[in-house]
């Protein structure tokens, strides 16, 4: 019986310590699994994707998305996302500030800003006028197919009162100035209301750009001096319009083949493969005014140090344009910014260089006396 007994509780015995075993390996590879498995705690484990702000950006485009959704489409109607227009609007009126300061003395700041200013909210009237009158036709181009009023974001009728506001601004800017800039900035809006229309009837609308891009050197001579100087503000005029001439026509070439395909019309059409030809002829009239401003001036050498600089920069741009990719025609017209800080640049030093220059012919001058 004792013997049968010991058997029993051998066997019950040997019962548990296997199923104790079982369930300790099966406890331990449910362990070494979870200790293996990433969770929450654990410092080792690949933390979970969160959600990232935007890179903080002060790009122009940048700062336009961030604004309020319902202000976005006007600031895109005015080209805030896109300031290339801005500064090459701009830059000619820098120009005439600069050549119009006492010599050896910096351009007067208070103008450069009040044109600046001024050069958004006309440069914005002048893309606000051109897609009203364009609309129709941006639809069907498909760079300019999302531009507000063109996608349905903004009616005509609200563009006209925005472009109210934006004209009364600049009227506000330009009463700041003396009479005789108020009637010759006043003449300049014909100019801006025309010039989105020439496309439609000339292949020459790119000149009628320039005469209207270019007004500033007129007006920024004048709300210095009080008048313009003709053997100054003509030539550099001149200049400016044949930059114009430059830059949009490559511009142009981006849309060249959608423009034949709805009838209108630019230079890019009217030079097509002897465009190049037809810019370094502009470009030698341009630098030929630029080189008479600078005699009519009494510029010195930093000024035709700039022109030398200017001259290689055309050449370079228009030896290297391939007017068949456009997103090379956006990056040579683009790298125009920088013509037109180069020549404002040699202004500012060239008119600091005349001080230079006095002083030293005085002190030759009371070197002879003293002899």
């Known amino acids: 019986m004792l013997g049968l007994r010991g058997v029993a509780l051998a066997r019950g015995l040997r019962a548990r310590a296997s199923a104790w075993l079982r369930d300790s390996s099966c406890s331990a590879l449910g362990l070494a699994h979870t200790a293996s498995a990433p969770h929450a705690g654990d410092w080792r484990s690949p933390a979970s994707p969160q959600p990232h702000g935007r890179p903080l950006s002060l790009s122009a485009a940048a700062v336009v998305s961030s604004a309020p959704r ?115 900035g006043a003449a300049s809006l014909l100019l801006v209301i025309t010039y989105p229309l020439m496309k439609r009837i000339t292949y020459w609308p790119q000149l009628a750009l320039g005469l209207t891009f270019n007004w500033g050197t007129l007006l920024g001579w004048s709300a210095i001096k009080g008048s313009c100087d003709p053997s100054v503000c003509l030539p550099l005029y001149f200049s400016g319009v044949m930059w114009t001439l430059i830059y949009d026509t490559i511009y142009a070439h981006q849309d060249k083949r959608d423009d034949a395909l709805i009838g209108l019309k630019s230079t890019a059409l009217r030079f097509q493969e002897n465009t190049k030809q037809w810019l370094s002829g502009f470009s030698v009239a341009m630098m030929g005014a630029l080189s008479l401003v600078g005699l009519n001036s009494d510029q010195t050498a930093p000024y035709y140090a700039a022109l030398a600089t200017v001259g290689a920069h055309l050449a370079h741009q228009i030896y290297t344009l391939d007017i068949h990719k456009p997103e090379d025609c956006w990056d040579k017209f683009t790298s125009n910014r920088t013509i037109g800080i180069i020549i404002f640049l040699g202004i500012v030093f060239g008119n600091l260089w005349k001080e230079k220059k006095i002083d030293e012919t005085k002190t030759n001058k009371d070197s002879k006396i003293e002899n």
């Open 70 to 184: 319902p202000l976005q489409p006007y600031l895109r109607l005015m080209r805030l996302d896109k300031p290339i227009g801005t500064w090459l609007l701009y830059l000619p009126c820098t120009w005439s500030i600069g050549l119009a300061a006492e010599q050896g003395c910096f351009p007067d700041w208070y103008m450069l800003s009040l044109f600046g200013a001024g050069a958004i909210l006309m440069r914005g009237a002048g893309c606000t006028i051109n897609d009203m009158w364009d609309c129709d036709y941006d639809k069907k181009v498909t760079r300019t197919a999302n531009r507000p009023i063109a996608a349905g974001d903004i009616s005509i009728f609200q563009s006209f009162v925005f472009l109210g506001g934006q004209l009364t601004l600049a009227l506000g800017i330009l009463l700041c100035l003396n009479y005789y800039s108020i009637a010759l």
